[in-house]
T-cell receptor
Framework: GAGVSQSPSNKVTEKGKDVELRCDPI?????LYWYRQSLGQGLEFLIY????????KSGLPSDRFSAERTGGSVSTLTIQRTQQEDSAVYLC???????????FGPGTRLLVL | AQSVTQLGSHVSVSEGALVLLRCNYS??????LFWYVQYPNQGLQLLLK??????LVKGINGFEAEFKKSETSFHLTKPSAHMSDAAEYFC?????????????FGTGTRLLVSP
């Protein structure tokens, strides 16, 4: 079956612009996660969704970052007023249930100029 | 707080040689431990996981890892490397008593396999 998909695969933006990153989880997976992979910080947890709720958003680096999930499916990660330090690969993962194996998407590579 | 240390950002082996990738963890509660592999321009794929059952865990592609509580280690091994094993490998830890798997990753080890 289809895996986790993310769009766009690559995004180049100018400092100060807003960007939206999309994640389509595996159908039927109730849990969804966002991670960030950057040269300086490695792989970091950003936020976790169970259904449409986000019980843990402790990894969001600043209030410029927000995320939502609708219909228990698609999730969007929004970064407002992008900064150069936001350049990274943003990975989405989903799991059938909160303590089950996480399946990762290919990521969105974001470059802020 | 949990943390993971992976010794060696790069490991080079010859095809057919033993692969050993090191991982040490820190956790105040019994952990769940994972190894993920990442091929270029792809997401992470789970190789194996330890969730407090057998201490020797077998995964996909011939990899296995042994949980050693006394050494706080979870090293990844494979008896004979293949060219296709060349990738980046991440060790991760999650607290076993939380409501979900909040993965904390190591910095990764890039495995290079030469003919």
């Amino acid at each position: 079956g289809a895996g986790v998909s993310q769009s766009p695969s690559n995004k180049v933006t100018e400092k100060g612009k807003d960007v939206e990153l999309r994640c389509d989880p595996i159908s039927g997976h109730t849990a969804l996660y966002w991670y960030r992979q950057s040269l300086g910080q490695g792989l970091e947890f950003l936020i976790y969704f169970q259904g449409n709720s986000a019980p843990d958003k402790s990894g969001l680096p600043s209030d410029r970052f927000s995320a939502e999930r609708t219909g228990g499916s698609v999730s969007t990660l929004t970064i407002q007023r992008t900064q150069q330090e936001d350049s990274a690969v943003y990975l989405c993962a989903s799991s059938l249930a909160p303590k089950e194996t996480q399946y990762f998407g290919p990521g969105t590579r974001l470059l802020v100029l | 707080a949990q943390s993971v240390t992976q010794l060696g950002s790069h490991v080079s082996v010859s095809e057919g040689a033993l692969v050993l990738l090191r991982c040490n963890y820190s956790s105040s509660v019994p952990p769940y431990l994972f190894w993920y592999v990442q091929y270029p321009n792809q997401g992470l794929q789970l190789l194996l996981k330890y969730t407090s059952a057998a201490t020797l865990v077998k995964g996909i592609n011939g990899f296995e890892a042994e949980f050693k509580k006394s050494e706080t280690s979870f090293h990844l091994t494979k008896p004979s490397a293949h060219m296709s094993d060349a990738a980046e490998y991440f060790c991760a830890v999650s607290e076993g008593n939380t409501g979900f798997q909040k993965l904390v990753f190591g910095t990764g080890t890039r495995l290079l396999v030469s003919p």
